[in-house]
């Protein structure tokens, strides 16, 4: 296995791992979690990596240099979607590293490459999305080494707590802190991973490099008003909740697409009304608000005016607005000798300049920042789609990520010894 098809073949064989028969659904900790685990374990053992499942529940592998113990460049991706996903966000970014990690095995193993002078470990992040507790980047940010213990009481949507899903899936809580790596462990880390957007389409291009990752904060609003009899409340009686929080995603769009092109992005995901029944006006609406931009300052200031225009039209409806922060992930910078690498790894494909880019959607990356150098190669996906099982990739783009990858290991690893004289 080292081929683009063997590559898109494996993603789709990871489909099977899901809560549902017909369409991708796979969460943190869940049994479907764990058959993937076992999967792609199986697949880095074939191609020559040394696995294990860490202490926060990634599927880890790794290759020695040419001396073992040495300082490890991380490759990876997530494992995790979101409900009803296409199958290759995060997927492919792992499938891929465990790709290039065999082809680079073969090489040393032929001759036909010196042992590189870094070790090489791939992971599958046990969740980025979120999906499943609210909080996202889970996997990553345990081992970045910024794990909060306020997160064991996070619920899923049956009530299930993070810590009671951890000792479902066989994992110590009290160990969650062995999965954290020390800075002086690792080179840095490189994930390949589609765009999700339009850009490198529209641009006639196959490949990009990553510049920057935005700022995310999540919130969990509640409107509440009063439930009452459909017939008999006059609208001068009525609080209803879910008047109220339509204005309110109404208003939420306005603002941030008044920010402009390279703006705050924001969405309103979840949207449930209380009791949801026909002839009740609604007491209570919940909606859910994801929210972006390329700074966090820029993204701050987005809230508060959403939060201050959002509260006045409840006050003016005589409805309360509850606010509650699900998630935050600063926006953060790929590191120069990184992108430098990967722009070197996409150049071995022919492409001397390729695009740069900032990337709105949220990645791995965005944790583990906070424990190493990061870079990011970004494939061109059809029509910009994901998050929507129309997602997809062409086999000949893989193919060519698969060989700027290889070749931003090489630059990478070489960078790295020339660091070390
Ligand atoms: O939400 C995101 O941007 C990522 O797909 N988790
Ligand atoms: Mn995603
Ligand atoms: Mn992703």
Do not use: K
Request: overall charge negative; glycine content about 12%; charged content about 25%.
């Amino acid at each position: 296995m080292s081929t683009a098809a063997e590559v898109l073949a494996r993603c789709s064989e990871l489909d099977r791992f899901s809560l549902h028969r017909t369409r991708l659904e796979r969460t943190h900790l869940t049994p479907q979690h764990a058959q993937a685990n076992a999967r792609v374990a199986q697949w880095m053992g074939a191609a020559g990596l040394r696995t294990w499942q860490d202490a926060a529940g990634n599927v880890c592998g790794r290759a020695e240099g040419r001396t073992p113990g040495l300082p490890a460049l991380l490759l990876g991706s997530h494992l995790d979607s979101v409900p009803d996903a296409g199958s290759y966000d995060g997927m492919l970014g792992v499938l891929m590293a465990i790709a290039v990690a065999e082809r680079l095995a073969t090489a040393v193993a032929s001759g036909e490459l010196e042992p590189l002078p870094v070790a090489l470990e791939v992971i599958g992040f046990g969740d980025e999305e979120g999906a499943r507790f609210g909080t996202a980047l889970l996997g990553s940010r345990a081992v970045a080494g910024a794990w909060d213990d306020d997160w064991w009481d996070l619920r899923d949507r049956d009530g299930t707590t993070l810590h009671q899903a951890f000792l479902d899936f066989g994992l110590d809580p009290r160990r969650v802190g062995e999965a954290a790596r020390r800075p002086e462990e690792l080179v840095g880390y490189l994930e390949a991973h589609i765009e999700q957007g339009p850009v490198l389409e529209a641009a006639d291009e196959p490949l990009g490099y990553v510049t920057s990752i935005a700022g995310a904060r999540r919130f969990r609003l509640t409107v509440h008003g009063e439930a009452r009899h459909a017939g008999g409340t006059p609208y001068a009686r009525r609080r209803d909740a879910l008047v109220g929080a339509s204005e309110a995603v109404t208003a939420i769009e306005r603002l941030a697409r008044a920010s402009g092109e390279d703006g705050c992005i924001a969405t309103v995901g979840r949207f449930v009304v209380h009791p949801g029944a026909v002839n009740v006006i609604p007491g209570r609406v919940e909606l859910s608000l994801d929210l972006r931009a390329a700074t966090d300052a820029a993204r701050d200031a987005m809230w508060g005016d959403i939060e201050d225009e959002v509260r006045r039209r409840c006050t003016a409806r005589g409805l309360r607005l509850e606010v509650l922060e699900t998630h935050r992930a600063a926006a953060v910078r790929c590191s120069p000798w990184l992108q430098e690498a990967v722009v070197q790894g996409i150049g071995a494909t022919g492409r001397a300049r390729p695009p740069g880019l900032w990337s709105r959607a949220g990645h791995d990356a965005m944790a583990m920042a906070r424990v190493t150098g990061t870079g990011m190669l970004f494939l061109r996906c059809a029509g910009g789609i994901s998050h929507h099982p129309d997602e997809a990739v062409r086999e000949d783009d893989v193919a060519a990520g698969l060989d700027a990858l290889q070749a931003a290991v090489l630059a990478a690893a070489g960078r790295h010894a020339e660091s070390r004289g």
